[in-house]
Every structure is written in structure tokens, then in C-alpha cells.
């Protein structure tokens, strides 16, 4: 806990799903918390208030990833609060599944500008303004290796934030700044179960050597580590928190 505490997280789409866990995790680590959402005020509300009550420090923001404008306000209002920024979660994402050829033009736009624009628009301010030692951590997918129908679009834009993990790492050259990726596995929340048959679900359950889904905290110790001290030497690495699936 002492390692972290004077030290401040902003993790996007933290209202919901994975972002909430992740959120809640750092929380009890000691980083004061920056809880993002783009629609979701009561979620985000209700999250911070679990976090006070716990004992812990935290406040929501609404910002749209997508928006630039909106992105670089967030980071000034953190900043004017809490004195800086050393932590960022770039947790925010969509995913939507149709083959190349059902895509329409708003099916492919909307992905691009949350999954890929989105996480640039926040790495952009990161880049400039991350404290020494400081961390960024991209949430990416483990469907980048499989190779699903339909994931084709979805997949694309986490091996944009791949890609762009390992560069900006090399970036920051000097900074003493880790840049990660932790690329999940089917994780038990609102974006994998909602519209899935059961047995769908189920079949993507078993797909694991460990035979079940990921659940947000599993992701959660993911990110946790990477942002603490004991994370303090992976630097431009994607990681598969996947129970085993590739
Ligand atoms: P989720 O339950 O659907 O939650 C998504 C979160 O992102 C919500 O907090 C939502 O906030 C936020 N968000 C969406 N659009 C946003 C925008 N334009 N600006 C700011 N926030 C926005 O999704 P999840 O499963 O936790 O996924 C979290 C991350 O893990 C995503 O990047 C996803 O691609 C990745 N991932 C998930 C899985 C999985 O199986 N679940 C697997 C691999 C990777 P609002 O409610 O306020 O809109």
C-alpha cells in the first residue's frame, strides 16, 4: 500500500465490467482513483462512494474517449485536483462482431474511434504528462491470436493498441515509463455475455486449459501488478491473461 499512495490512476471506462475491478483494485493498493465513464454517471458514482466508504480516495469523470477535446480536459481537471497523473488505464472499449463483408461503414467507425482513436487520444496525454514512474497499461484481447469469424474489425484495433504499446514504450525512452498491454481472454461481463447464446458461452468457457471464464478481478491483479512496484521491469510487453486459451 505505502509504495503507491500519493499516487494517482486514471482508468477509463471504469464505471462497468473489467474498468470497475480494475478501478477497485488500485483503489485498495493506494492510488487515488480516476474513475472514467462515458454514459454511466450512477455506476461511476456508486463506485467511487464503495471505494470512500472502504476507505480509500477516488473521484468520476465523464469523458467520451473518442473526443480528444474532452480527453485533455479530463487530464487538466485531474491534475488541478490531484497534482498530477502517474498511472493510466486505458480500459475503455467497444466490441461489436460481424464478418468483413456484414460490416457496415458505422459498424467499423464506432470501434475504430473508442478502441483504437480512443486509447490514442489518452496515450497522447499521458505521454506528455505522466509523472516519473509512471505506467501506462492497455487493456488489448487474446482474439488477436485466434482468428474468430466475425472478431475481425474488433481484433484489428487491439493489435493497433499492440502496436502501439510497444512503440510509445520506446518513446518514453528516458522518462523511466512502463508501457503495457494485458490482453484478456472471454471475461465474464457485459461486453462477452450480453447477446450470446448460453451455449455459446458455454463452449467459450471451456475453450481454457482452466476451463472456465476470466472474471473482471482476474484481469484486475493483471493490471494491479503491472501498475505497482513489483511490475517495475516489463516494459513493452503484451500480456495474455487468458487461463491458458493461446
Ligand atoms: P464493458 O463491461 O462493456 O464495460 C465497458 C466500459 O467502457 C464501461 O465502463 C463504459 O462506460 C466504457 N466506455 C465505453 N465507451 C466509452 C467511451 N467512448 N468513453 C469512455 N468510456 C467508454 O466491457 P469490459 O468487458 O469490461 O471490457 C473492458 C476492456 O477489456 C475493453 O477494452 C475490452 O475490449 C477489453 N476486453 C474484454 C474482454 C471480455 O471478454 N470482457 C476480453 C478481452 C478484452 P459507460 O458505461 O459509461 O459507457
Redesign the pocket.
Known sequence: MANNENKVAIV????????AAIAGRLAGDGFTVVV?????AK?AEELVDSIEHAGGRALAAQ????DAAAVARMFDRTEAALGGVDVLVN?????KLATIADGDEAFVDSQIA??LK?SINTMREAAKRLRAGGRIIN?C??VVGLYQPTYGVYAATKAGIEAITHVLSRELRGRNITVNAVA????A????LDGKPQGVIDNLSKLAPLERLGQ?EDIANTVAFLAGPDGAWINGQVLRANGGII
Do not use: K, Q
Open positions: 477509463t471506462g471504469g464505471s462497468r465490467g473489467i474498468g472514467n465513464y462515458a454514459g454511466s455506476a469523458a467520451d474517449v473518442s480500459n475503455a472499449g467497444i466490441m473508442i478502441n480512443g487493456l484481447s487474446s484478456p481472454g472471454p471475461t461481463t457485459a461486453l462477452f473482471p
